[in-house]
């Protein structure tokens, strides 16, 4: 059950991986035709900043749960590689905890906003008028499954101490 359940968790992310990679793609190509018709036809693309910036909260907030399950964020390990491993899983589940909280309050919040956002049909200021509760679901979202891949990995700390 616990495997099925990790696998699932694994597809899910990798899926919300490449969606932020393709959000990447995106801001790319619209910063880029942005310049090109800036420059060439002396008239931007209406909207392409912003379009971008809603694009970077997915980058960054779908790309978080791939990021710790695949052990690619950012760690400095220089007193912990040096502890013998009890102290390690010991520290790493503290970690798992402190993460699950600070990620509990956010995902609360961030949702909460969401939903007032939707309820309001708040609009980003700007040359278009996008919506802005598509990026706070992103963020929303990405911040749920962040925390259930901080769980997977509380247990699956708690069971190799068995």
Known sequence: MKLKIASILSKFTKLF?????????????????DVF???VFNS??????????????????????YTEISDRHIVIDLFYKKLNLKY????????????????SI???????NFLYSFEINEIL???????KYPSK???????????????SKLFSISSNDE
């Open 17 to 33: 991986g490449v969606l932020a990679a393709f959000s990447i793609l995106l801001i790319m190509i619209m910063v880029s035709a």
């Open 37 to 39: 018709f800036r420059y």
């Open 44 to 65: 931007p693309i209406m909207g392409a900043m912003e379009f971008s910036l809603m694009l970077m909260i997915a980058v960054v907030y779908l790309g978080l749960g």
């Open 88 to 103: 390690q899983r010991i520290i790493s589940k503290l970690n798992c905890v402190i993460l699950l909280i600070i990620s």
């Open 106 to 112: 956010l995902f609360w919040h961030s949702f909460a």
């Open 125 to 131: 200021p700007g040359m278009a008028s996008f919506p």
């Open 137 to 151: 679901f992103c963020l929303s979202l990405g911040v749920l499954i962040y925390i259930f891949v901080i769980l």
